[in-house]
């Protein structure tokens, strides 16, 4: 399962015009998270997005993803362009606080030691659910 991390809170359908885009990632073939994401990432696999749910940082909203496709598209103002974008249906969401998240067993890797998110955008591991 791949694991995605949205700290920014971006609203990707809104950056891209594409209705159910949940997540992106700027192509760069250097980049650890865009290769894994672009290997990962396929039709009828599953995601988890993690973001905050709240200005304060204090809860978290985990979306479980069905991924449909990717596509290679940029923001519709033209700002940032070459992006894959992963396109999917939320099939189930939860919102927890931050410190409950990361100490449940499905989500604690996107967390480091002191609780807060770790560094990077996009985290795979082997998930027990």
Do not use: W
Not at 92 to 109: D, F, L
């Amino acid at each position: 399962m791949l694991h995605l991390m949205n700290t920014r809170n971006y609203i990707h359908s809104t950056l891209y015009g594409i209705s159910n885009a949940v997540y992106d990632r700027q192509i760069n073939l250097d980049d650890f998270s865009y290769n894994l994401l672009n290997k990962q990432a396929k039709p009828g696999s599953h995601a988890i997005v993690i973001r905050y749910k709240d200005a304060l940082k204090l809860e978290v909203e985990i979306d479980t993803v069905l991924i449909a496709n990717t596509c290679v598209a940029s923001y519709i103002d033209g700002s940032l362009n070459d992006c894959l974008v992963v396109v999917g249906e939320v099939v189930s969401s939860e919102t927890m606080t931050k410190v409950e998240a990361a100490q449940a067993a499905n989500y604690s890797k996107f967390f480091d030691k002191n609780g807060n998110f770790k560094t990077g955008k996009s985290v795979q591991f082997t998930a027990e659910m």
